[in-house]
């Protein structure tokens, strides 16, 4: 589950700022080829869905640590206000954490924070990730379903990511509910690009 845009957030056609190896596919709201981890991928008959990639020029290990330090996050994703792991030890199958972020208002829901409760119901470690779980707010409730995979290429790493939003509200309004989760992907991407690369190129830097 992304956080939801800001108006300082890029659009979700962004680039990534690097040129990767390969060429680039951009984001999209739908595609044949879903992401799955272990054979799961997101719901199929979600209506509002987005995938996109980035390529991040840092080691793999250092992406992986920055992904599932999930009580880490707020200190390089700024719209994640509060995380916290529900369960001690490494970061699994069946890991569960809470995290909230503020949403704006939309034609169908208030201006809110979001509660979100999320489950990992798979990982294959420094492969994949594939989580699931509600995320709840004021006249708002979306079940999420979020698939990450991380695929070692030429001079670095190959982040791809996949989502899809169930619920009455982001039923509602496809076209909107897909814009808000496309942009809070793309930002998402960004944000973690900006930090396994300052941290490649600054070891001692773990700001």
Known sequence: MPHWPRSRWPPASSAPSSSPPWR???GHAADPASLTCQ????????????????????????????????TSWPSWQEPVATAERLDPGRFRENSQFRWTTPVPPTPVSPATTLVITSTVQQLQHNKCIRWTGPAI????????VHVWNFTEVNGGVLVRTEETHTGPQ????????????????????????????SRHSNPTNNA
């Open 170 to 197: 982001v039923d509602a309004d496809v076209p909107l509910a897909t814009d808000h989760l496309g942009k809070g992907l793309e930002a998402w991407l960004v944000a973690l690009k900006a930090t396994a690369e």
């Open 24 to 26: 680039p596919t951009g």
């Open 137 to 144: 707010g004021d006249g708002l409730r979306i079940d999420g």
């Open 39 to 70: 054979g799961e991928g997101v719901d199929p008959t979600a209506e509002v869905r987005y995938r996109t990639e980035t390529f991040i020029k840092a080691p793999l290990k250092t992406i992986w640590e920055l992904q599932t330090d999930v």
